[in-house]
């Protein structure tokens, strides 16, 4: 088991992260979730002993890290995929890494074997790609058996196929009774995989709960009803508002009832003489549920692009400065030669007075020169 109290880091004038306590517990896998600059990776830092807390501690099987006895055996990591000798092969990465902890050789090819690896055993890694890369990363973790295990973002650059073998595997430890903690952005990967999240904003705890408790209290959820006509659906929106529910009009002339239970619903579409086609629950997905959690320890929020979509902006947008005619080249016009040489400019006219200059009087006609 992992278990933080009181957890601080300061870097100078900045806190990343701030009082945090939290428990991962052997059998589930946890979800550590928050925006970017929220403190996760320093928190897993932490937990491994490469960073060293402020304040408080974290312990992993009650002991802090740096004092666990042979700590590969039992604890594997997966922080950074790129943090391996490009030249040295997969195998010879994994095998320095059990000659160091007095793990046999064999386990290195077991380990290959595990995240798909054994026809690039001995490639140069690299060569390899992100997937490949982050395959390999995973079995440096598994290599000692540990029995407890953090994985940073395991399923970046892999395919459907790693990102569901890297499901399965992780379902898989924690059924074995290991302590598995996964930090990912891939909400809907986390949905599938974890049963508990710990999310965390601007360095502090922000939840601690199942993954359906998280959802069920992080959102609104509301019944989606559909009349076969306009009529029906404004007699209906009457029906439902007058007892007591909130409609809200969607785009495809369904309507959003919150407020009122199923049943209810469709007793009052039934007295009311109208017809359903459609009378569904709704549950948050776990992505709305964490955007309305974590929607106030945003750091860094995008503009709206005013051109989104190929849209006209309602307000023109300023012509752009003029180029500066040194170094700068636009082609002439379809037909005209850009080496001719440029027309000779007509002389100005004489100025007759403070007033705007007078036209000037028409060139003599040429002289017949046969």
């Known amino acids: 088991m992992i278990e933080a109290v009181g957890l601080t880091k300061r870097y100078g004038a900045k806190t990343a992260v701030y009082n945090l306590s939290f428990q991962v517990r052997p059998g589930t896998v946890t979800g550590f979730l928050g925006p970017n600059g929220s403190g996760k990776s320093t928190t897993m830092r932490m937990i491994l002993g490469l960073d060293q807390p402020t304040s408080g501690h974290v312990t992993i099987g009650g002991h802090p890290f740096r004092k666990l006895p042979n700590a590969p055996r039992q604890v594997g990591a997966l922080l950074d995929a790129k943090a391996v000798h490009g030249g040295r092969s997969a195998r010879s990465h994994l095998l320095s890494l059990a000659q160091l902890s007095g793990i046999p050789a064999s386990r290195v090819d077991e380990v290959l074997g595990v995240v798909g690896l054994q026809e690039v055993a001995r490639k140069r890694s690299n060569g390899f790609s992100l997937g490949m890369g982050q395959r390999l990363g995973i079995a440096a973790a598994l290599l000692g058996d540990p029995q407890v295990l953090l994985f940073d973002e395991p399923v970046n650059g892999l395919d459907p196929e790693g990102i569901l073998w890297v499901r399965n595997l992780m379902k898989s430890l924690a059924a074995e009774g290991r302590t598995v903690l996964v930090s990912s952005h891939l909400m809907s990967e986390m949905a599938l995989t974890a049963d508990h999240l710990i999310v965390i904003g601007r360095g502090q705890l922000l939840s601690d709960m199942s993954t359906k408790d998280f959802i069920s209290h992080n959102s609104a959820d509301f019944a989606r009803v559909r009349t076969p006509d306009m009529p029906q659906r404004e007699k ?59 929607q106030g320890a945003v750091d860094y929020r995008s503009t709206a692009d ?44 004489p100025a007759t007075g403070p007033t705007a200059p007078q036209a000037a009087a028409p060139a003599p006609a040429p002289k017949d020169l046969r």
């Open 306 to 349: 005013r051109l989104s979509g190929f849209e006209q902006p309602d307000h023109p947008l300023p012509a752009p400065p003029e180029m500066p005619q040194q170094g700068w080249y636009a082609p002439p016009p379809p037909g005209q030669n850009p080496y001719a040489a440029p027309p000779a400019a007509a002389p100005a006219p």
């Open 236 to 294: 209906l929106t009457a029906a439902l508002t007058e007892a007591g529910g909130q409609v809200m009009p969607e785009q495809d002339l369904a309507l959003r009832v919150t407020g009122l239970p199923l049943a209810r619903i469709s007793d009052l579409a039934h007295n009311a003489g109208v017809r359903l086609w459609e009378l569904s629950p709704h549950q948050a997905s776990l992505e709305e549920a964490y955007m309305r959690m974590t």
